[in-house]
């Protein structure tokens, strides 16, 4: 798997072999420009989607005090959560439960619901880069690149064309992803099974 070097060198590769680095330390333009924006890149192209690799579940506590917003219950927001995909109720399945994110009165970031006892499904925050999918490295290395190419080249088609390319791979690793598993088929129309 690669290492955030790689991944950064494969980013600026799809720009063009005039740029180059060895180390994201070194004192030059390139790894300037990648540690301003490697980490939120990162971390905004895993929140897009929901991730198989960065799939987790979480059963937290329930908070006391006064619920906004008036739902029933108040729980922490995950420290190592990106996105809350959804909550998972296991008496109900495929039933979704209504949430919603915002901040008590201590202005503690939490997850509001109706659901008591809530298992939390959501996207982790991965930073190590051999847990990525290798999609998802390739799609990382692509959205970089649209980030990097005007600040490097200063070349406004090479920047449209890394744009145009990073929105193509990304959705082409979102879709190998989303087919990851198996999906429940939808019962027939009564009109459908009527005839059978």
Do not use: C
């Not at 005090?65 to 296991?90: C, F």
């Amino acid at each position: 798997m690669a290492s955030e070097v790689q991944i950064a060198k494969l980013a600026l590769q799809h720009i063009g072999d005039r740029f180059d680095i060895s180390d994201l330390a070194e004192a030059t333009p390139e790894a300037e420009q990648v540690n301003l924006v490697f980490d939120d890149t990162r971390d905004a192209l895993l929140r897009q989607h929901p991730w198989n690799f960065a799939t987790k579940y979480a059963s937290p506590a329930a908070l006391t005090g006064t619920v906004p917003a008036n739902w029933d219950y108040m729980y922490t927001y995950p420290t190592d959560a990106l996105r809350i995909i959804s909550i998972v109720d296991p008496l109900e399945a495929g039933t979704p439960i209504k949430f919603e994110v915002g901040r008590n009165a201590s202005d503690i970031k939490v997850v509001m619901t109706d659901q008591a006892d809530a298992e939390l499904q959501y996207t982790q925050r991965i930073t190590d880069t051999v847990e990525f999918d290798p999609e998802f490295t390739l799609a990382l290395s692509y959205a970089l690149a649209a980030k990097l190419a005007m600040p490097l080249t200063g070349e406004r088609e090479i920047a449209n064309d890394m744009e145009v390319m990073a929105r193509n791979v990304v959705n082409s690793a979102w879709e190998t992803d989303s087919n990851e598993g198996i999906e429940e088929t939808p019962p027939d129309a009564e009109w459908i099974q009527g005839r059978a």
